[in-house]
């Protein structure tokens, strides 16, 4: 039997992380308590080095399939690599100070970090049920771990519980899936998989066995009805774990359903897009109505971020063209809206922990007046959830147009009426997002006049980088939806 | 000059720029710009007219103003006999009023916007009269009314001048509706365009518009003449008109602006004499309006105590003379009584103007015994009463005499009976108002005195046309019908004419007669306190009479006067006050009411109510599903596996 | 013999574990719940392993063990942690935060 | 000038974008320096403004003129595509001024809580926005150009408008929102309906519907009328106007009903009509409707209002009525009317609004029963107030006359395929409408101008029309004049390109 | 051991039969006992149930490596668990919460389903077995196809010995 094939210019970026994973926990044992702060530069460093190799694939431009199929360096692998590693450095820059400031382990934190960018760059490739279960769970279990870092905290302890309950219950329900799904098609990687799909075999068995597949990531998405946890978990996790999470590891979710939908179980549209359809109309619809009567800001993010995973489904639930063909523009859009979606939470986030070093509060109402006193945080901070809410000139607009044009290239009675329910929901959404940022211009200074709040550079870098970027994919979106066709034309 | 007259409007323009930017520093405050602009427009009229007479060439001219398409909208004059004899009217007495006022209105706080309002007022009723095209007379039709409203609210500090001035606005603005879709029918209808010529011309000939679509077309414009003409039942607003400074009254409320109306009949005539088939004689609504406006109104002049407000009633009343003149085909007739009551209106009203300059009231029941003070205005003030209650041979003997004779001839009887009552009743009023005013004791406070000449030569001025211009019609002269007369290129249509019966002249000569001398036996006679005088009078042989056969004194005092005077006039002036403006002021309170209702209750609690309450309900559902996320783990779990559980169902089930 | 024995036994394990999962207060058994939910999937996997003569499937269970034991080491650390803390394991007391 | 040619209208829109970044990098403290950036980039974009008036080609308005066409989002194939023809160059041109009137008027009084820097570059940002719109010939370009005025719009009336200002600005920002989402939807559908596939308002308007469906036509133009009618606004979406006018600061109110509230009918006129002219065939009689009740619905709501400043906000409903009821003759007069109408009514209103605002800073009260005797106490701004009372109500010879007038007219004879009837009923009842016109804002005038100075007034010392005030408002009163004389200033520059929709509905032209 | 119960069916079954009722009754016993250390024993049976059955699949690799993960560190973990976190004043059977009939429905629908679903697939589907599978097999599988797989859970079990150890310890 002849050795397996390694490209490891492929396996680069991966390897990288694994000599940082390393390299942060080693230096953690030899650093003085007070050098420990150093390991975030490791990391952050680890995050960016691995970038070097993905620019060099994008670069070569050729897609690089090993062990058989299941595991794959393609473009959209690259793009989707890239977006975690960049997302990665700014969850580093915000930690930065939040990790140092408060009584944690520096240099374990960015050892999970780092694990689970692992996991998430692992999952971009990975083209096999193992492999992406693999994957899933090394992007999950660091981070239910990190979720409870701060350990004398009572509520990030409840929100580590919670994320690490639902997080093991929902991937038990995908491995049962899975294993029918093995059991079925007789093999686990996802193109072998689609060949069965064609088949039409496996009736409703298949049908329910692609469901519970979906779930996994269903949760990790935090589509309602499987995004109980998700409110909870962000509010009780320290500020950057929960941007992590809202960002990288909601990706990460993503990336596995893409990968699911369109490679392995594309043919059996009639199972899963029904489902997508309605997880996206419930995660739009339930996310923003409950978001509507939050009073603490990082709940209401957790809302609305289940609404945002609503609208990325969207274009899922009319990827088939009808004909078995994927719908062009529908992949791209979830891709598109992904990238966008990233900058501009970790933004909002960067702000918001910002703004709590400050007021030591991430209750809503504790941002009134904060125009008057932190006028650029006040800025950035509207700018961040104007995005959200797909205002123009601010990049979520782009992000909203292409799961809209999705929709309506579909033109059937229920892609419309999603559509409706979409744009229905962009509505209810900007309510609560121009409620805040109401409060923060609206109001007058608190009595003490506010002072002035000190953002140190790591974390204004990670507000600013956000900031530039979502103004010029707004104007120029260009920019991104490049990304997402080259994406799509590596599938 | 005919192709220039339209420096005529041109120059009152300029000089309400003028006023406006630099009146303040003028010497005399910018009086003398509009007194040297009217003036020039008063010359040039003049020279309009003789040009008119000699050449008799319509000039008709227009520029584009804009265009639509293929639709012009333009911008032009009109100068013909009609045109030339407004334009001499509207000058002259402005430029009366322009001298008058600065004698009245000296020391009053805004008399420089007195004077721009003047100007203006005279440039937009110049514009109007000048108009080619319905549209533009319309602007200048709605232009005199905003000047109508800034002279009437002149004293705006009291409430009652501003709420006249509103009233004034608001319902000639009614009627104006009237005008503005009858303006639009008739573009349509003349295949888009506003030309006056144009369209007088298709309605008169036969077929070429639809009888219903010119009569759609005349009821409208009809209803902006009863508006602006204050025909009953829109006359309300004129009365109350009088609360502007009296020249103003004398300028806009009775010489000119309140005759666009008659003006606008007399000028699209074609589509009136179509519509009501006016050539048919019997009932036609425009014969029935007038009719009813002009005895109604002169029961009410009857009743009134502000002398002024006589006047007003009165004048109400002569637009009704006039409507009803060309309301039954007697075109000549109502234009000359137009032109002859300008005159002596005007002087009635600078007259009364004079007055209560003396007396700091318009009470009549501060007046009497003026006479002997102020002794030129006494007698032009007379000389206007009998030219108003048709004494021969003075001005008004003619026009109303021709407008009886076109209503017997031209078959409509009616007219001529209620025209007769109304002649009678306006010789009474006017013998009222003077015996009140000038004759018996003083009754006010102060010392009363003869107005400066400022004031007295415009009187004098008045004066002259009112007791000579009517002669020109007279018969063996008859040069105002030849002159001014409606004529449309390329159509062969005149309204009839008829030629003077003196039998008739006596007749209605004698109604005046007796209507004067009622009034002297009513209101000199039995109430003035000093019987001696009366006794020494040279009408004594008249009392005499008059006492000796009781039974006509009874039958004129107690019964026809007592009637008019008494029950009638009380029961009109009631219906006027309590019914007509009461139905005025309800349809503001109504619309104000409605107006509330509609914003308290259709717009705030309905409309908005269902835009707050979506959001309220969105936020509730909000609510509600926030219970469901309970905090506790297990209940998560559970969701999590039903949900599992069902929607596989559901997959089974629906798949 | 018939797969469908073995594949049911497995689905008997998964809605034990269910059950478990929802009806147990107590973190430790709610853990154990879990394995069952998990040894009933590598019953799948194992059963289909034979069934399709493949080993993919036994490889697959034996990720699904190695990673089971990382994530009971993880879940009793955090069980351990929420004892120390509020002195008590039962789920269903653990609700700062709701809503 | 071909440089100028090809770079003119992005030069207009862009120069007061790059002026809100010079704002921005000024630090809070220079207020003088950051007015005079302002006003200096206000000014900039209008001399840009002011060459393309002398240099555009008046003989061929109904071609787009100063196109500029350059890839910009390929990957939707949306381009940059802007151009400028006879119903868009007013309403630049009326864009342009009114901004830097703005500028002016708020040179010295800024509203509480002050801060000019924040003001002026969310003024500046807005400028952009309202100008993009009127230029953009892409479908998704619009949309940007669209929604870029509400964000400066809805911080404008929350931080420095009135005590309901929260409200009022949540309100205007989601109502408007829920209109344009809808019509996202539309222009996506035209999109995919359009063959080929195209953005491009141009090609669209060419196509003109061809090869759609009658029902798939209705329901894509009810997404377009929902997001311009919500925006104009129409009855029954009206409401979130009068909040958003009266919470507004002055300025704001002034951009609002000046520019803003054209955006929506131009919106219909440039892409709603052309675009699917068989839908709005079947649309227009409700369109009429609608308009017609708001016309009398709008009147009716200011004869209730006790606020001077709301009073002057539901006037405008009713004057958008007259608007609306213009295009929805679908005849050349009619559109003419329309946009001779926004224009006239940006004047009027805004000068309206500029004056409500005036008055609050002087009385500190918008009430109507608190006011009053303006004339006597600063007799300027009383006449002022008269004026723009009448122009507003329609007086022929100043320039709300020539918006109201033809409107009425056109429906007389609406286009081919109209229910006359109908329409005649329209034109009745829009005819009452400015009786009722007449009504309220001569209502609003005895109360606030004329009478005697209430008691509670008589010792203030109320200054009359200050010097920036003055400069800003003069020009105004010299346009509504000015086109009131000459309304062929616009409509010759309008007609051509109207004619050339109309046609599309039988018009003859 | 395999060999000969592989040889003919009809022992296996009778095993697997066995097996199996211990099995569910175990499981059963799992979620259901009062005594939280009962409940532990219950679960030694199952898993070691799942072994027997695994050996009666004939993988035996993965039964060997189930008694050793399972039986011998996982149940270990578990019994530290129940240790540490026993509080000393609570009674046994407060080990129920009360959603008790809810939890029953749900999985019996989701048992039912499976159970409707699986037998209507594979009815009448039997097993084949012949040769046990050789570990080698599953070394070339692991390292042909989920080599990556292979080497991330490493790091995986780095990272989470690192993180349970920082969250457990005291400090």
Redesign the interface.
Known sequence: MPAPYFDYTALLPEIILTGAIVVVLVADLLFEEREKYRTSTLAGVGCLAALVPILYLAGNGNDRAMFGGAYVVDNYALVMKALFLVAGYITVLLSANYIEEGDYYQGEYYTLLLTALLGMTVMSSARDLVTIFVALETLSIPTYLLAGWRKHDAKSNESS??YY??GV??SA?MLYGMSIVYGLAGDTRLTEIAKYVATGAGG?LF??AI??TL?GFA?KVSAV??H??A??SYEGAPTPVTAFLSVASKTGGFVALLSLVYVGFFGRS??WQ??LW?LAAASMT?G??????QTNLVRMLAYSSIAQGGFMLVPFAVANQGDGSARPGAFEATIVYLLIYAVMNLGAFAVLIAVARKTRSAEIDSYAGLFNYAPALAVTMSMFLFSLAGIPPLGGWYAKLVVFKAVLDAGTAQAVTLGVVAAVNSV?AL?YYARVAGLMWFRPAPADGGGTARVPVALGAAIALPSVLILAIGVYPNLFARLGELATKGL | MAEKAWLIPLLPALSFFVILFFGKKMPKGGSESGIIAVGTSFVLAVIVAAQWIKDERIVDQHL????????HITIGQHVDGLTAMMFLVVTFVSLMVHIYSTGYMHGDVRFTYFFAALSLFTAAMLFMVMADNL?QL??GW??VG?CS?MLI?HW????NN??AA?KA??TT??G??GL??GT??L??AAGQTFHIETINKLALEHGALSHGLVLTAAVLLFLGVMGKSAQVPLHIWLPDAMAGPTPVSALIHAATMVVAGVYLVARVYGVFWSGFSIGNGGLNWMAFIAGLTMVLTAALAFVQDDIKRVLAYSTVSQLGYMVAALSVGAWTAGVFHLFTHAFFKALLFLGSGSVIHAVHSNNMSEMGGLKKYMPQTYWTFVIGTLALAGIFPLAGFWSKDEILLGATKNGYPYIFVLGLVGAFMTACYMGRAVILTFHGEYRGHGHPHESPRSMTVPLLLLAVPSVLIGLINAPGVLKFAHWVRFEVPGVEFEPPEHKFAVPLAAFSFAVAVAGLAVAYWVFYLKTAPNKGAFARSPLRTVKHVLVEKYYLDWLFVTVVVGFIKGPLARAAYWVNQNVIDGVVNAV?VG??L???????V??QKG??GI?NGI?VS??E???V???V?????????????????????A??L?? | MPITEYLLLSAFLFCTG?YG??AR?NGVL?LMSIELMLNAVNINLVAFSARLNDAAGQVFALFVIAIAAAEVGVGLAIVLLIYRNRVGVN??E?????? | MDWFDSWALSLVVFIPIVGTAVVLAIPKAKELLIKQVALLTTLLSMAVGVIILFRFDYDHADKLQFPVNKSWIDVISSRYHMGLDGISLPLLILTLFVTVLCVVYSWDHFPEPHNPKAFLALLLVLETGMLGTFLAEDLILFFIFFELVLLPMYFMIGVWGGPNREYASI?FF??TLFGSALMLLSFLALFFKSDPHTFDIVQLSQLHGAGLAHGTQLVIFGGLFLGFAIKVPM??F??WLPDAHTEAPTVGSVILAAVLLKLGTYGFIRIALPVLPEAARSWAPYIGLLSVIGII?G???????RDMKRLIA?SSVAHMGFVMLGISTLT??GI?AAIFGMVAHGLITGMLFFLAGSVQERYHTRELSRLG?L??QAPKMGWILGFCA?ASLG???LAG?WGE??A??SS??PAEGLNVALFRGF??TA??G???A???L??ML?RV????IPAEWEDAHIHDVHVPEWIAWAPMLILILGLGVF??AI??VT?DA??HV?RMFG??? | MSLTLAASSAPQNVAFGIIAVVMCVAALGVVTMKNIVHAALALVMVLAGVAAQYILLQAEFLGIVQVLIYIGAVIVLFLFGIMLTRHPMRKTGEYD?D?RI??GL??L??FG?LAY?LTDQFRGDKLHLGQPTQTSAIADSIFRTYVVGFEVVSMLLLAALVGAIVLARRD
């Open positions: 519980l919670k309950l639902m219950l929902s329900v409703h049908d329910v469901f519970f779930v949760f009805p499987f109980f946890w409110p909870d009639d199972a029904p489902i309605v339930v923003n109505l409950i978001a509507l009567r209810i309510f | 584009t103003w804009w265009s639509n398409g293929k639709a549209l319309m602007i709605e232009l905003l409203f609210g705006f500090e009291e409430k501003s709420s509103l606005f608001f603005k009614f104006d509706i503005m879709l639009i029918t573009f349509f503001g619309a104000k409605v107006g509330r209702f509609t914003y308290d259709i717009d409309v908005d835009v959001g969105a936020s559902t909000g609510g599903l926030r219970l996320q309970s905090g506790r783990v297990q209940q998560y779990a559970l969701m999590l596996f039903a949900a599992v559980g069902l929607l596989a169902a997959l089974i629906f798949t | 269910i999962v929802l207060r709610v789920l269903d653990i609700d700062l935060m709701k809503g | 309100k989601l109502f009855f029954p009206h409401t619905y009147a009716l709501g200011c004869l209730a209002q539901f050349s007069f003419n005797g004339l006597l009448m007086l022929p010879g006359f007038f033809p009425v007219l007389y004879q034109m009745v005819a009452i400015t009786v009722l007449a009504g309220y001569l209502w005895q101008a004329m009478g005697k309304p062929g409509f010759h007609d109207v004619q109309s018009g003859e032209g | 919460n959603q809810l939890a749900v999985s629908l989701i389903l679903l």
